[in-house]
């Protein structure tokens, strides 16, 4: 069955640009106090947990929960705004980000109420840092390839196994992971899969960071061996966490963070070009702009989409599979626009040195949130053509 692909038109209403504003000040704010600097998108911050307190002091973490748990009951498009701006400032994001874009959410839906209760108000506070446990060693992102075993104990289940490409598990406080708790059928490779709430002080993980070419250490493998985990931290149906996992994958998979991760870089050519561009480097920013503005109207309408109620699983995987093509050609095609672009040595982080980290990093890009393969088969289902 083909569904209806929709991109609805939606625009940002007023109470946003207020919001934008309060929040383009507050990031001002840090940057003069040495929190971070926006030109150096490689360094995450002296002091990501305080930032990520002071987020949620603002109101800014669960900006759309209910206030029962901590949060605002504000509207998906004002989050967005949020989003957007910490993104292109380069804002230290990642102690609070997955728990607030996708590990509340599924808390919401499926955890006990006493779990909501405990964990939710941490999250909005800015005290909490998640990981997500999807992909593993050997199955990529074929998620139902899932080896890791969650076996029943008295009072609980055992976990052995690993998960791989684990963003920020090192520094995590908490995980929500997908464990195989019975074996597939030939009928439905689906079943078997369960969705588990996992404390990363447990006895039995270790986590194993991955060093990227950039130097950094945001990938890790995380080892379990004789985990215990206990009942009330499954979350959903057992067997049954791969129809939870399609609709959390909506409000993974849309926002801007999808396309803008290395946008860094077009802003310096910005800079670099000068007020009077010649006609080569005019044209050529003025392509990536209209694409910019296109991905962003779709990103924009997926967060209206969500702000209804909807699960546009669709829509958001091709606002990732596009976002991800573009942000990570866009380096390259900076650098072939800058080629004769005399940049100021003067400059607070050169183009050279941006471009150098993006270069370095676009390769990552199509492993987190998802690879193109997977978001085209996702979308060829959703269009009736698998």
Request: a positive charge; glycine letters at 8%.
């Amino acid at each position: 069955m083909s569904a209806v692909l929709r991109f609805d038109p939606i625009r940002l209403p007023p109470e946003c640009d207020a919001l934008r504003k309060d929040v383009r000040a507050f990031l001002a704010e840090e940057v003069a106090a040495g929190t971070f600097d926006p030109h150096r998108p490689h360094r995450e911050g002296k002091d990501t947990r305080g930032f990520s307190r002071r987020v949620g002091a603002r109101g800014w973490l669960g900006m759309t929960w209910p206030k029962k748990y901590g949060g605002h009951e504000r509207s998906f498009l004002e989050r967005y705004v949020v989003t957007e701006e910490m993104r292109v400032a380069n804002a230290p994001t990642r102690h609070f980000f997955v728990a607030d874009r996708q590990s509340g959410p599924v808390l919401l839906k499926y955890a006990p109420e006493h779990i909501k209760m405990n964990i939710l108000p941490r999250i909005c506070r800015g005290e909490l840092c998640f990981a997500i446990g999807m992909s593993e060693p050997n199955s990529g992102s074929d998620l139902f390839a899932a080896k890791t075993k969650a076996t029943k104990t008295d009072g609980g289940w055992l976990i052995n196994g690993s998960k791989i490409w684990t963003s920020s598990a090192h520094v995590a406080d908490y995980m929500i992971a997908i464990f195989r708790t019975s074996p597939s059928t030939k009928e439905n490779r689906r079943h078997g899969l369960t969705q588990f709430l996992v404390d990363m002080k447990t006895p039995g993980i270790v986590v194993n960071p991955i060093r990227q070419m950039t130097g950094q250490t945001e990938f890790n493998e995380v080892v379990f061996t004789d985990a215990f985990v206990p009942d009330d931290h499954v979350l959903g149906e057992i067997d049954g966490a791969w129809k939870q996992a399609t609709s959390e994958l909506a409000y993974e998979r849309s926002g801007p963070e999808r396309f803008l991760e290395t946008y860094y870089v077009l802003t310096e050519l910005v800079r670099a070009v000068g007020p009077n561009p010649d006609t080569r480097a005019a044209e050529g920013i003025g392509r990536l702009v209209a694409q910019l503005h296109t991905m962003r109207r779709m990103s924009v309408s997926v967060a209206g989409m969500l702000q209804a109620g909807k699960e546009p699983v669709v829509e958001a995987s091709i606002v990732k599979d596009i976002g991800t093509v573009w942000e990570q050609q866009l380096p390259h095609r900076v650098r072939d626009l800058a080629a004769f672009v005399d940049v100021d040595p003067s400059n607070h982080a050169t183009l050279a040195d941006q471009l150098a980290f993006a270069t370095k990093v676009a390769p990552k890009l199509t492993i987190q949130g998802g690879t193109t393969e997977v978001l085209r088969g996702i979308i060829a289902r959703g269009l009736g053509l698998r």
